[in-house]
């Protein structure tokens, strides 16, 4: 303790006691912002857009609350199955997570990376089956 009344026990042991704080509080700081989901104003347009592809009309203000809490969810067990190592050794992520992938590529779709024709009209991409009149697509396949 004779170490505590010299000036420079006291510039140590101060020191120490304001590493711990920092610590500490830098750690609850980085696990909150980790923990944090944001849902941009673009993908709630997104989610808008296909609700209005899928039904022929806009989403009602419920329904989109509906769309943004079921991303909110969809993101939550996502993050659950991450920490879990869900993700590790599993063929059908792997398989899944390549098939996203090679769906990216525009070597791969044989266009541009926004799925556009010269004239600007949207061409469907890999596993997107066509009526037989060409109207439109009938659905989607992996």
Same mark, same amino acid.
């Given at each position: 303790?004779?170490?505590?009344?010299?000036?420079?026990?006291?510039?140590? #042991? =101060? !020191?120490?006691?304001?590493?711990? @704080?920092?610590?500490?509080?830098?750690?609850?700081? /980085?696990?909150?912002?980790? %923990?944090?989901?944001?849902?941009?104003?673009?993908?709630?347009?997104?989610?808008?857009?296909?609700?209005?592809?899928?039904?022929?009309?806009?989403?009602?203000?419920?329904?989109?609350?509906?769309?943004?809490?079921?991303?909110?969810?969809?993101?939550?067990?996502?993050?659950?199955?991450? #920490? =879990? !190592?869900?993700?590790?050794?599993? @063929?059908?992520?792997?398989?899944?997570?390549?098939? /996203?992938?090679?769906?990216? %590529?525009?070597?791969?779709?044989?266009?541009?990376?926004?799925?556009?024709?010269?004239?600007?009209?949207?061409?469907?991409?890999?596993?997107?089956?066509?009526?037989?009149?060409?109207?439109?697509?009938?659905?989607?396949?992996?």
């Amino acid at each position: 303790m004779k170490l505590l009344r010299e000036p420079l026990g006291q510039f140590v #042991a =101060l !020191g120490i006691v304001l590493f711990v @704080v920092y610590a500490l509080a830098s750690d609850l700081l /980085a696990s909150d912002e980790a %923990r944090r989901i944001a849902i941009t104003e673009s993908e709630i347009e997104l989610l808008a857009t296909t609700w209005e592809r899928q039904w022929q009309r806009a989403p009602t203000a419920k329904e989109l609350h509906a769309l943004v809490d079921s991303r909110v969810r969809e993101e939550v067990l996502y993050r659950e199955a991450l #920490a =879990l !190592g869900l993700d590790r050794n599993d @063929v059908v992520v792997r398989r899944r997570m390549g098939g /996203a992938r090679a769906g990216t %590529r525009p070597e791969r779709r044989g266009g541009s990376p926004s799925h556009g024709a010269e004239d600007g009209t949207a061409v469907p991409g890999p596993g997107v089956a066509r009526r037989p009149d060409g109207s439109g697509a009938t659905g989607l396949f992996r």
